[in-house]
């Protein structure tokens, strides 16, 4: 189903008559549990509105009727141009945002801004995609409608099963992906590209959280979830936004029992009164709630750091949470970070060496110890994890784990009450 304000007729306002149209539309999308796209340009509500019987309209079950569908079928926004109050209402209702770069998205727009006394703004002032997108309000930032439609067909073809028609990379290549001296950074981007279809890829909320990769991809024509920690920022630190980007996103693909795919490079959550004040302790939390409460299966792999608390969230709260957590032979493990764990343990016998060379030798041979404990073959031997794989058969264990577990059965209502908005 397809609903679409037009700006040319008041401003794509909402007037009684507009409500009136969009509620039958609603009632029918839920009725048949058809999938939404919505284009949401408009100025919100019509104030000057001379068709309604009533006083102020706040009785009527649009918005209702709009949240409803949360969880239910799969509802896009897309929003070119202005896009304000009961527009943007509904719009945040979506559960994913496509907007074009000369969009402005606001909850008042500046009409409602003067008269509140909070100044005089151009519309496109209100909110730009400058700041609308890296602050996560915008899913995917695109140049105009027709890109904007075509990823909203690309974004709703996960959520109608596979497709016969793909072609993988080189998986060889996947072998070459990690750097050997493992104090290099690479992009994890490379590596989601080679895991997927080729052309597969579609990353969701790519601006916000950048700590934090979503993506949804295909892997031999199936569609998966895929969460990744970004190694390029943080060091691929699990900071609050992460920790929302990514909740957001499992309780996305758990609605619609698309399963999870999990690269996890982390050295855990982001420590610090700068990441408190953040309220990171809350933030991050959600990735272990939801992980609890999610019935996909989620295949945990293990590129490189595996440390700490932040490690367990990606891995749905813990190594054995998931349906299999295996590691590539570049992975490591432990409570925190080698470094900062020799530092810490180790610091009084560090102290009482006054030649810095020899404190730095004793420091490296210490780190070299741990990881060798740390290493992937030393935590699978324990069964902490449960396999050291070569990184070129990757996409052979995701299928063979999907092909393990039974098919989700069809449903007729929803599997979670909703999906959240933020």
Not at 90 to 115: K, Q
Not at 148 to 159: E, G, I, R
Not at 167 to 185: C, G, H, S, T, Y
Not at 213 to 229: D, M, Q, W, Y
Request: proline share 5%; glycine share 12%.
């Amino acid at each position: 189903m397809v609903i679409s304000y037009d700006y040319t007729v008041l401003a794509g306002t909402q007037g009684h008559m507009n409500h009136k149209k969009i509620d039958r539309m609603l009632g029918l999308a839920e009725q048949w549990r058809l999938p939404l796209v919505f284009y949401a340009e408009g100025g919100g509500g019509r104030p000057g509105d001379t068709d309604r019987l009533g006083m102020t309209g706040l009785d009527g079950p649009s918005f209702v009727q709009f949240a409803k569908l949360s969880g239910l079928v799969p509802v896009v926004g897309v929003v070119s141009g202005y896009c304000f109050a009961g527009n943007a209402a509904m719009l945040g209702v979506c559960d994913v945002i496509i907007a074009t770069r000369n969009a402005s998205i606001g909850m008042g727009g500046p009409a409602m801004i003067e008269g509140g006394g909070l100044g005089v703004y151009h519309p496109a002032e209100v909110g730009p995609v400058s700041f609308q997108s890296p602050n996560g309000v915008i899913d995917i930032l695109v140049e105009d409608e027709e890109e904007a439609t075509t990823v909203a067909q690309k974004y709703l073809s996960y959520f109608q099963g596979a497709i016969a028609d793909w072609k993988a990379p080189d998986q060889r290549l996947l072998r070459r992906a990690i750097p050997e001296n493992r104090l290099r950074v690479y992009d994890i981007r490379n590596v989601i590209d080679l895991i997927a279809d080729e052309g597969s890829v579609l990353e969701i909320r790519r601006d916000f959280g950048v700590g934090m990769i979503t993506a949804f991809i295909r892997i031999e024509g199936k569609p998966f979830g895929l969460i990744a920690n970004n190694p390029k920022h943080l060091g691929g630190a699990i900071d609050a936004a992460a920790g929302d980007k990514a909740a957001r996103f499992m309780q996305l693909c758990d609605a619609f029992d698309i399963p999870i795919v999990s690269l996890c490079d982390t050295p855990g959550f982001m420590v610090g009164p700068e990441a408190e004040k953040t309220a990171i302790v809350r933030h991050v939390a959600r990735m272990f709630v939801t992980g609890a409460s999610i019935t996909v299966p989620l295949f945990g792999i293990v590129l490189r750091k595996g440390y700490g608390l932040g490690a367990q969230s990606m891995i749905g709260g813990g190594f054995h949470a998931s349906f299999f957590t295996v590691a590539w032979p570049t992975g490591e493990f432990g409570g925190m970070g080698l470094e900062g764990y020799v530092r810490l343990g180790f610091r009084k016998e560090m102290e009482a060496i006054e030649d810095p060379v020899e404190r730095e030798k004793y420091f490296q041979t210490k780190v070299a110890e741990l990881y060798a404990n740390g290493k992937a073959v030393s935590i699978a031997s324990v069964l902490e994890i449960d396999e050291v794989i070569d990184p070129a058969d990757t996409r052979h264990w995701i299928m063979a784990g999907l092909r393990s577990v039974p098919k989700p059965e069809p449903r007729t209502h929803r599997k979670r009450p909703c999906i959240d908005a933020w």
